[in-house]
């Protein structure tokens, strides 16, 4: 059964930074894409970043891009999102997510809601100004 566990959100202040984690089982970081994706309230949620661990691709949406860096642990089965110099309009739940392969644009468009089939729960990141 493919499972995904997140966790590593808080409180931080702007300029601070959080690293969030996803544990993945019941299958191998190789075998599927990752991504990150975001919901502040009242808005959609968006796709932060992904990665293709068989081949190294990676991407950022523009928001994020220079400030997050997504990267895989293949013992661990982990995938993590290191976010530095946080801004307050980065505060939302964070949420993992799986699917198998990868999505044919994944190396040049954010991570859509609707490409991945596993989700892990949410965990909420905050950061004030």
């Known amino acids: 059964e493919v499972q995904l566990q997140a966790s590593g959100g808080g409180l931080v202040q702007a300029g601070g930074s959080l690293r969030l984690s996803c544990a993945a089982s019941?299958?191998?970081?190789?075998?599927?894409?990752i991504a990150w994706f975001r919901q502040a309230p009242g808005k959609e949620r968006e796709g932060v970043s992904s990665?293709?661990?068989?081949?190294?691709?990676?991407y950022y949406a523009d928001s994020v891009k220079g400030r997050f860096t997504i990267s895989s642990d293949r013992a661990e089965n982990t995938v993590s999102l290191q976010m530095n110099s946080l801004k307050p309009e980065d505060t939302a739940v964070y949420y993992c997510?799986?699917?198998?392969?990868?999505?044919?644009?994944?190396?040049?468009?954010?991570?859509?809601?609707?490409?991945?089939?596993?989700w892990g729960q949410g965990t909420q990141v905050t950061v004030s100004s």
């Open positions: 997510a799986a699917t198998w392969g990868r999505p044919l644009k994944m190396a040049f468009q954010p991570p859509h809601k609707y490409e991945y089939n596993y």
């Open positions: 019941g299958f191998t970081l190789d075998d599927y894409a």
């Open positions: 990665v293709s661990t068989s081949d190294g691709i990676t």
